[in-house]
């Protein structure tokens, strides 16, 4: 299970190390608000998916050392703690 945070962390990582290759846009943060509610959730959840299904899909981005790492379960660390947890499982 991977906080938004982390995907978020794992954006920023991937925009300073890359800068020529299209980067697919991160979803926007689930609403704090709105965390409780199962349908918002599995909507963000869907969403973050399809964002790393796209990264995935880049050859250029699947073999970044942050992108194997988040991908293969190893922590990625966030610069601030969250709350909110996307399950991919």
């Known amino acids: 299970m991977r906080t938004f945070a982390q995907v978020q962390q794992l954006h920023l990582r991937i925009s300073d190390t890359v800068k020529a290759v299209l980067i697919p846009v991160l979803p926007e943060a689930p609403n704090t608000a709105m965390v409780r509610d199962k349908t918002h959730a599995e909507k963000k959840r869907r969403q973050v998916e399809r964002y790393l299904s796209r990264v995935a899909a880049r050859h ?20 601030r703690r969250c709350e909110t947890f996307i399950s991919l499982s």
């Open 60 to 79: 250029e981005l699947r073999d970044l050392p942050d992108v194997v790492a988040f991908l293969t379960d190893q922590p990625v660390h966030a610069s």
